[in-house]
């Protein structure tokens, strides 16, 4: 075995070791209430608590202490939440159940005005914000939000106000990229997109978030619709004619935007029988969103299956977000869908159908797997109720593996006697 494939099939083991689903974030935190008596939150696991009594002033703000780990050096980071101007509150609801962060989406803080969350001492790199954003009574978080990094808007949600919320597609979710700096302050600002209605307005709550660290962002974006469709900016274009045949396999080739720039061909197949390929681009273009142009055109099935393969991805651990609006006549987004990675469950979301004017009610697919030297990944959506699969396009990003300490450093070790004993059997040739 040479140097170059012992050291490859020892990574591999560490990224199979860590499996597909168990992600353990840079630095994760659970905001809920606690009051140190009778009321004190469930603290999801893997997550540090950040826990405020239900009434905390004005203003307010909280220091919640992490440690994340990159290239084996732990880093202190502080991550404080400010209110902005009004009271600093905190909730524990009754359970959501039937999401993957039951315990994240049923306690929050939250402020009567905008908040801001300042990230102290994270090390050079790029980094993808997640955040949640539901009430399960549906009190709090009745308005729209911006998140913002100084004055450039990252995004923009209607904070959920679902109750009883049982898929994580329901949930309000904010997500998006920034670049960090050493020694300089990340303020994620979480603004009243609308004046906040008059009285008493309650404002977006906060259940917790999630920062993950970036090898880079966007490695991959195809934009899929019919012939002819307005592409977004910084996506590929894949486009069929409005009824393709049954049974058909169309590929598109990306030159990947991440070290090494490979060549990934993405492959998308229907049913082979009974089955065709549909695609619509829908007028009005959803307007009001970040990805206007993804969401308005799609590719479609109608037997309830469709299929991405990803052929010639390098090693290494990369998120789907997938995108799923019929902004049209909603006929195609009616469809709950289960995915499945090379057979194995991963995610399921509620499509919504609606002409969306925020990001948040765009229904979207969120998963991350790990791509082995030479393996495809096959990516398989399922409709388990309603009429068709819509995909209107989806982004790769390339993840920083999780550092658990000990894992990597056996792995470590396990690669330095490697290499003691390839230089070994080198120095006797
Ligand atoms: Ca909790
Ligand atoms: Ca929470
Ligand atoms: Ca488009
Ligand atoms: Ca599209």
Redesign the pocket.
């Known amino acids: 075995m040479s140097m170059h494939t012992l050291a490859g099939a020892m990574l591999t083991a560490m990224i199979a070791t860590q499996g597909a689903a168990a992600v353990a974030a840079a630095v994760a935190i659970d905001y809920g209430y606690n009051d140190g008596g009778a009321n004190v939150q469930v603290v999801q696991a893997g997550f540090t608590e950040g826990s405020l009594p239900k009434a905390y002033g004005n203003p307010a703000s909280m220091t919640t202490a992490v440690s994340p780990v990159f290239g084996g050096v732990s880093y202190p980071v502080d991550v404080t939440v400010l209110d902005q101007g009004g009271d600093m509150e905190s909730r524990n609801r009754a359970a959501v159940s039937g999401t993957s962060l039951d315990d994240v989406h049923r306690d929050f803080v939250a402020a009567r005005a905008d908040m801001a969350v300042t990230i102290s001492g994270l090390p050079t790199g790029v980094y993808q914000w997640t955040a949640y954003h539901n009430d399960g009574t549906g009190s709090w978080g009745n308005t729209e939000i911006a998140a913002k990094i100084g004055t450039t808007t990252l995004y923009t949600s209607k904070s959920s106000i679902e109750s009883g919320a049982t898929d994580d597609a329901s949930i309000g979710t904010s997500r998006f990229t920034f670049n960090a700096t050493e020694g300089q302050d990340v303020v994620v600002d979480l603004d009243f997109l609308n004046p906040p209605p008059s009285g008493n307005p309650l404002g977006p709550p906060l259940n917790g978030l999630t920062l993950e660290r970036l090898v880079a962002a966007s490695v991959i974006a195809i ?3 019919q012939t002819g ?1 307005a592409v ?1 900016p910084g996506f590929t274009e894949h486009s069929l004619p409005n009824i393709s045949g049954n049974g058909l396999s169309a590929t598109t080739s990306v030159t990947a935007a991440m070290p090494g720039s490979p060549s990934v061909d993405v492959t998308v197949t229907s049913d082979p029988v009974n089955e065709q390929i549909e695609t619509r681009n829908r007028t009005p273009a959803v307007s009001g969103t970040t990805l206007n ?6 590719f479609a099935s109608r037997a309830g299956h469709l299929s991405i393969t990803l052929s010639g991805l390098t090693m290494g651990r990369y998120q789907w977000t997938g ?1 799923h609006n019929d902004s049209g006549s909603g006929f195609f987004g009616t469809a709950d869908l289960s995915v499945e990675i090379d057979g194995t469950p991963v995610d399921s979301l509620v499509s919504t159908h609606q002409l969306a004017t925020n990001d948040w009610a765009i229904g979207k697919s969120f998963f991350t797997f790990d791509v082995a030297p030479e393996n495809d990944i096959v990516i398989d959506f399922y409709r388990s109720s309603g009429n068709a699969i819509a995909l ?2 989806f982004q790769l990003d390339l993840m920083v593996v999780p550092e658990p300490s000990s894992l990597l450093l056996s792995v470590l070790g396990l690669l330095g006697l490697a290499v003691l004993a390839y230089r070994r059997r080198r120095s006797q040739d």
């Open positions: 934009d899929y619709g469709q977004q142009d993804v969401y308005s055109d799609f995108y209107n396009g």
